[in-house]
Nanobody, 130 residues
Framework: QLQLVESGGGLVQPGGSLRLSCTAS????????IGWFRQAPGKEREGVSC????????YYLDSVKGRFTISRDSAKNTVYLQMSSLKPEDAAVYYC???????????????????????WGQGTQVTVSS
């Protein structure tokens, strides 16, 4: 069974940090583009950061550039999202997803046209509040 499991969410004060993990089972993450997405209450889901297979090129939403970093750990079959200098507007349910069909030519395309991404995790809640 192909599955993605997110972890690492929680409550953090503004300015704090969290590291989200996305671990795959049933397939190897290295072979596919992987993205982190978020959805806050009453808002559309948006692509936060995506990383390609192969050359590990990355894309970041403008509002998280310089604060978030996406990375892979092949040995653990896991993709991370390191989040620093968190703001209240970063609060959302964060999801990871895998481009199993290799539909997207670029990581930006994956992050923007995420409705076409095939496999999603269940999400992890991030709350930023004092």
């Amino acid at each position: 069974q192909l599955q993605l499991v997110e972890s690492g969410g929680g409550l953090v004060q503004p300015g704090g940090s969290l590291r989200l993990s996305c671990t795959a089972s049933g397939f190897t993450l290295d072979y596919f583009g992987i993205g982190w997405f978020r959805q806050a209450p009453g808002k559309e889901r948006e692509g936060v950061s995506c990383i390609s297979n192969g050359d590990d090129s990355t894309y970041y939403l403008d509002s998280v550039k310089g604060r978030f970093t996406i990375s892979r750990d092949s040995a653990k079959n896991t993709v991370y999202l390191q989040m620093s200098s968190l703001k209240p507007e970063d609060a959302a349910v964060y999801y990871c997803a895998a481009d199993l069909g290799r539909r997207f030519a670029t990581v930006q395309a994956m992050c923007v046209m995420h409705d076409e991404v095939e496999l999603w995790g269940q999400g992890t809640q991030v709350t930023v509040s004092s």
